[in-house]
């Protein structure tokens, strides 16, 4: 079972920046891909940034070239670094771990998720 605790979410203006860190329990956590999802009040949950065993990264589209999504195996910590903060990237940040695969959503849902940690960005 894979515990995921994230951190360092807050409120703050438009253009302002976060980061968001998310620690891992799994020993095995090189192994996993791991990602990030945001849920905004009345919409669905998106994935916003994944990376993968190789250090392959994606993104959605609205934020890219804002976000940044990176790994620190030594630690067990994924980081993710929000510049240029958007109203529209307000809502709750989700770490999300899967050991097959599994981080983008687009066919199933990550296994393991974090409690999740509430970004705010007003304008």
């Known amino acids: 079972q894979v515990q995921l605790v994230e951190s360092g979410g807050g409120s703050v203006q438009a253009g302002g920046s976060l980061r968001l860190s998310c620690a891992a329990s ?16 009345g919409k669905e949950r998106e994935g916003v940034a994944q990376i993968y065993n190789a250090g392959t990264t994606t993104y959605t589209d609205s934020v890219k070239g804002r976000f940044t999504i990176s790994k620190d195996n030594n630690k067990n910590i994924l980081i993710l670094e929000m510049n240029s903060l958007k109203p529209e990237d307000s809502g709750t940040y989700y770490c999300a771990a899967d050991p097959n695969g599994y981080c983008s959503g687009r066919y199933r849902l990550p296994l393991y998720w974090g409690q999740g940690t509430e970004v705010t960005v007003s304008s």
């Open 26 to 41: 799994e020993h095995t956590y090189s192994e996993l891909c791991m990602g990030w999802f945001r849920q905004a009040p």
